[in-house]
Nanobody, 128 residues
Framework: QVQLVESGGGLVQTGGSLRLSCAASGRTFSRYAMGWFRQAPGKEREFVAAISSSGSTTDYTASVKGRFTISRDNVKNTVFLQMNSLKPEDTAVYYC?????????????????????WGQGTQVTVSS
């Protein structure tokens, strides 16, 4: 069982920055790929970013490329999402997720159905 706790959300003006953190329990964190998703009111949950277990490979949805950066610290069992140049359309609840199981270290996942465990979410609001 893996437990995930997100933090770092809040209210920020357009063009501002936030850094989300997701702390994971468990000693096997470094084996697992991680992802960030978001869900805006009235919309489906969407992929934001993903990172492989080793941190060697990452992927982003097109709308955040060049503005968001996903990273991880396998010593601290934490994955981060640095969000710069925020826009009102980035407003959503942001969730981190972990994919358990066995797979190559460079693998990452972009479909929400691929993830086994989810955090409770953290609200990000970008004012115009």
């Amino acid at each position: 069982q893996v437990q995930l706790v997100e933090s770092g959300g809040g209210l920020v003006q357009t063009g501002g920055s936030l850094r989300l953190s997701c702390a994971a329990s468990g000693r096997t964190f470094s084996r697992y790929a991680m992802g960030w998703f978001r869900q805006a009111p009235g919309k489906e949950r969407e992929f934001v970013a993903a990172i492989s277990s080793s941190g060697s490979t990452t992927d982003y949805t097109a709308s955040v490329k060049g503005r968001f950066t996903i990273s991880r610290d396998n010593v601290k069992n934490t994955v981060f999402l640095q969000m710069n140049s925020l826009k009102p359309e980035d407003t959503a609840v942001y969730y981190c997720a972990v994919r358990g199981g066995v797979y190559a270290s460079g693998t990452y996942f972009v479909r929400s159905q691929s993830y086994n465990y989810w955090g409770q979410g953290t609200q990000v609001t970008v004012s115009s």
